[in-house]
């Protein structure tokens, strides 16, 4: 981290699979991994900007229209679904007491449902869009009625870049999401076998732990603040999504 100017601190233990596997692996390396990183950039003078990746799950199962300033949530002690919003929200907590503290150019993002070209691990999207394509069955897991917002990648990077450059951000926490394409996750199957032409049957399991019943984001801090909005719909999010990995993938 010498001589940098501008640090990107994304790396994570992620996904729900792995989380409900490995909640110390999660618990120590998200934690740790981000006092690090904090350590590192207060020792180097990073003064540009610091840019921690929390995340929208700190908000809890019942998140509607939730913005920055709404009461952030851990989860019941015991359930391993919640290791991962915890160790997050440590890691948020302790990057603006290093802004506090210590005046170092932290902003943090919360991203909402993030999906795209190159998406690796259990995204929802990039299940249904690889699984669509080939016309295999679908899972869903639980009854397909939890809500979600999804963000293409382009405005994900996007408001991730406002974050970077703009001086009002320091010190601030920001929700990067897209309100308006929002679904169940039936729905969202739905949509993806349509859009795709897909033959692909749905099919529904049983819920693998605690859930997200609704997560939707109010954004209005990002655009009055950093000019942010999210532009891309979920349908033509789909399509470019299909396209790559038609391309890169299949």
């Known amino acids: 981290m010498e001589g940098s100017d501008i640090v990107v601190h994304a790396a994570a233990i992620a996904g729900i699979d792995t989380v409900i596997k490995s909640p110390v692996k999660t618990m120590e390396v998200n934690m740790i991994g981000t006092a690090n990183v904090l350590r590192a950039a207060h020792l180097n003078n990073v003064r540009d900007r610091v840019l921690d990746f929390s995340t929208s ?10 913005s920055e300033e709404m009461r952030t949530i851990a989860g019941s002690a015991g359930e391993a679904r919640w290791v991962y919003a915890v160790s997050k929200l440590a ?77 009002k951000a320091v010190g601030e926490s920001f929700n990067i999401g897209n309100a308006r394409a929002v679904t169940t996750i039936f729905g969202l199957a739905e949509t993806v076998c349509r859009v795709l032409e897909s033959k692909s049957e749905i099919q529904f399991k049983p819920a693998l732990s605690a859930d997200i019943e609704l997560r939707i984001p109010e954004t209005s801090k990002a655009t009055e603040l950093l000019g942010f909005k999210a532009k891309v719909d979920l349908e033509e999010g789909i399509r470019r999504t299909a396209s790559w990995y038609r391309e890169n993938v299949l």
Not at 57 to 66: I, K, L, N, Q, T
Request: glycine share 12%; charged share 20%.
């Open 57 to 66: 799950e700190v908000f809890g199962s019942m998140a509607y229209r939730v």
């Open 91 to 167: 890691g948020e907590h302790l990057a603006h007491a290093y802004f506090k503290e210590h005046g170092l150019p932290v902003v943090t993002i919360r991203p909402f449902n993030v999906y795209g070209p190159g998406q690796t691990g259990e995204g929802a999207i990039q299940i249904f869009v690889r699984k669509s394509l080939r016309n295999d069955p679908i899972s869903i897991y639980g009854d397909g009625t939890q809500i979600r917002a999804w963000c293409y990648v382009d405005d994900m990077v996007e408001g991730l870049m406002c974050a970077l450059e703009n001086p």
